[in-house]
Nanobody
Framework: EIQLQASGGGLVQTGGSLRLSCVASGLIFDESAIGWFRQAPGKEREGIAC????????YYADSVKGRFTISVDNAKKTVYLQMNSLKPEDTAVYYCAAGDRTIVIASVTPLGEIMYDYWGQGTLVTVSS
């Protein structure tokens, strides 16, 4: 059974930092890409970052570029999302998802939800002003 476990959310002040973790089990990790998505209240879910677990190639949405960093630890089968300079508009439930790396990274829309086959539960990030 393929499972993705996201954790690390919490309450932080504007300008603060958080690191989210996504632990994967049951999949061939280095044949996968992991994406981070978020859904703010009343808004659609958006893809914000993804990484090729084989070579570490990363892709970011403009909304987080320069503030968030995605990284992978293959030994731990874990993908991290380091979030710095957080803003109130970053408040959302954050999800991680896994897809075939050859499909995700080659896509013109690597942050499109349709690229991903498996989803974890969300972790809530709240940024106070």
């Amino acid at each position: 059974e393929i499972q993705l476990q996201a954790s690390g959310g919490g309450l932080v002040q504007t300008g603060g930092s958080l690191r989210l973790s996504c632990v994967a089990s049951g999949l061939i990790f280095d044949e996968s890409a992991i994406g981070w998505f978020r859904q703010a209240p009343g808004k659609e879910r958006e893809g914000i970052a993804c990484i090729d677990n084989d070579d570490g190639y990363a892709y970011y949405a403009d909304s987080v570029k320069g503030r968030f960093t995605i990284s992978v630890d293959n030994a731990k089968k874990t993908v991290y999302l380091q979030m710095n300079s957080l803003k109130p508009e970053d408040t959302a439930v954050y999800y991680c998802a896994a897809g075939d790396r050859t499909i995700v990274i080659a896509s013109v829309t690597p942050l499109g939800e349709i690229m991903y086959d498996y989803w974890g539960q969300g972790t809530l990030v709240t940024v106070s002003s």
